[in-house]
């Protein structure tokens, strides 16, 4: 490896690591780390068993909020041209991780730092021609991966430019709330349906990767105002949407916002994001149905439509080592 690839490997991880700080994960340990391999034969290659350790980019935890235990994450940032993107690459990529995790999981210098289990891993894949990334050929090559099954299951999720730039919209959009007058920024986990009623909604200060891969990302905050000199909080219920918006679309949200009770606040916020432009007669007037319903209803709820910053590279912030 040439010393500039060297230099953008790290920088990548710099920046992935920054990401997901901001996203309110905790990060363990250092960076770029190695642990032993508990498996050489099977972690080798051909008819060799494995030498080296398994290098670990990046670590981090987060709390399950419906588990209600702590999620661990081997993270693995990946930086590569367009044309060093492939299914055969990317295939790489996941047996690395799949092999780090079955050895992280059994790892005794994990357990040290008290990450006692792992079967999460998040491969973060950074075109750095991003005029040339395809999301639609990437998700091509994803479809022809392969994980191995195993009795204890793996989970590895792929972000591409594609997902990485949406991450850093809403980190941009919940930096300029809290700067003007919002405070108390907290991703909204809904009741788990699916629990028989043992799952009640939460408020937590990080964002899970099943959010994070979602359509909707829904959150929660406190807003200050000022009339005439005397100061109120007002309840602000978030919803960072990335699905197509057609009127159907914005139509299903709404019917599942009720159903959340999601409407208990006295601001409803969206935020849209990419290339909406088409689309706004679908909102506006999805914005005046919810209006006049509520309205009708004697709902004091007001509706706010917000538009995110679209990112065309990653933001210079994260590539700041932190003092």
């Given at each position: 490896m040439s010393e500039e690839q060297q230099y953008?490997?790290?920088?990548w991880t710099t920046q992935s690591r920054s990401i997901l700080e901001s996203l309110g994960w905790l990060q363990k340990g250092d960076s770029?780390?190695?642990?032993?391999?508990?498996?050489?034969?099977?972690h080798g290659t051909g008819k060799s068993s494995r030498i080296h350790p398994h290098g670990v980019d990046l670590l981090f935890q987060y709390k399950d909020p419906y588990a209600k235990e702590d999620k661990n994450i081997i993270v693995e940032s990946k930086h590569r041209k367009w044309g060093g993107i492939s299914t055969s690459s990317i295939q790489s990529f996941v047996t690395q991780v799949f092999d780090t995790i079955e050895c992280a999981n059994i790892s005794q210098e994990l357990?040290?730092?008290?990450?006692i289990g792992v079967n999460t891993g998040l491969i973060m894949i950074w075109?750095?021609?991003?005029?040339?990334?395809?999301n639609e050929?990437?998700?091509?090559?994803?479809?022809?991966?392969?994980?191995?099954t195993k009795r204890n299951p793996i989970t590895i999720y792929i972000a591409s430019n594609y997902h990485i730039l949406r991450w850093c919209s809403v980190i941009d959009a919940k930096d300029k709330l809290l700067a003007a007058n919002e405070r108390d920024f907290k991703i909204y986990y809904p009741a788990d349906n699916f629990s028989g009623g043992r799952s009640t909604a939460v408020r937590e200060d990080h964002a899970t990767l099943p959010v994070l891969f979602s359509k909707y990302i829904f959150a929660k905050s406190t807003r200050t105002v000022e009339s005439y000199g005397d100061f109120r909080s007002l309840n602000v219920n978030h919803v960072f949407y990335f699905a197509e918006p057609t009127y159907d679309e914005l139509l299903f949200l709404y019917s599942c916002l009720s159903q959340i009770q999601f409407e208990d606040a006295h601001i409803l916020s969206f935020f849209f994001y990419g290339n909406v432009s088409k689309y706004r007669v679908y909102i506006e007037e999805f914005r005046r149905k919810i209006e006049h319903n509520l309205k009708k209803n004697g709902s004091a709820l007001k509706v706010e439509i917000n538009y995110m910053v679209v990112f065309s590279d990653v933001p210079e912030i994260y590539a700041q080592e932190k003092e």
């Amino acid at each position: 490896m040439s010393e500039e690839q060297q230099y953008q490997g790290d920088r990548w991880t710099t920046q992935s690591r920054s990401i997901l700080e901001s996203l309110g994960w905790l990060q363990k340990g250092d960076s770029n780390f190695d642990i032993q391999c508990k498996n050489k034969t099977k972690h080798g290659t051909g008819k060799s068993s494995r030498i080296h350790p398994h290098g670990v980019d990046l670590l981090f935890q987060y709390k399950d909020p419906y588990a209600k235990e702590d999620k661990n994450i081997i993270v693995e940032s990946k930086h590569r041209k367009w044309g060093g993107i492939s299914t055969s690459s990317i295939q790489s990529f996941v047996t690395q991780v799949f092999d780090t995790i079955e050895c992280a999981n059994i790892s005794q210098e994990l357990s040290e730092i008290q990450c006692i289990g792992v079967n999460t891993g998040l491969i973060m894949i950074w075109c750095n021609e991003p005029e040339k990334f395809n999301n639609e050929t990437f998700n091509g090559y994803l479809k022809e991966i392969n994980i191995r099954t195993k009795r204890n299951p793996i989970t590895i999720y792929i972000a591409s430019n594609y997902h990485i730039l949406r991450w850093c919209s809403v980190i941009d959009a919940k930096d300029k709330l809290l700067a003007a007058n919002e405070r108390d920024f907290k991703i909204y986990y809904p009741a788990d349906n699916f629990s028989g009623g043992r799952s009640t909604a939460v408020r937590e200060d990080h964002a899970t990767l099943p959010v994070l891969f979602s359509k909707y990302i829904f959150a929660k905050s406190t807003r200050t105002v000022e009339s005439y000199g005397d100061f109120r909080s007002l309840n602000v219920n978030h919803v960072f949407y990335f699905a197509e918006p057609t009127y159907d679309e914005l139509l299903f949200l709404y019917s599942c916002l009720s159903q959340i009770q999601f409407e208990d606040a006295h601001i409803l916020s969206f935020f849209f994001y990419g290339n909406v432009s088409k689309y706004r007669v679908y909102i506006e007037e999805f914005r005046r149905k919810i209006e006049h319903n509520l309205k009708k209803n004697g709902s004091a709820l007001k509706v706010e439509i917000n538009y995110m910053v679209v990112f065309s590279d990653v933001p210079e912030i994260y590539a700041q080592e932190k003092e």
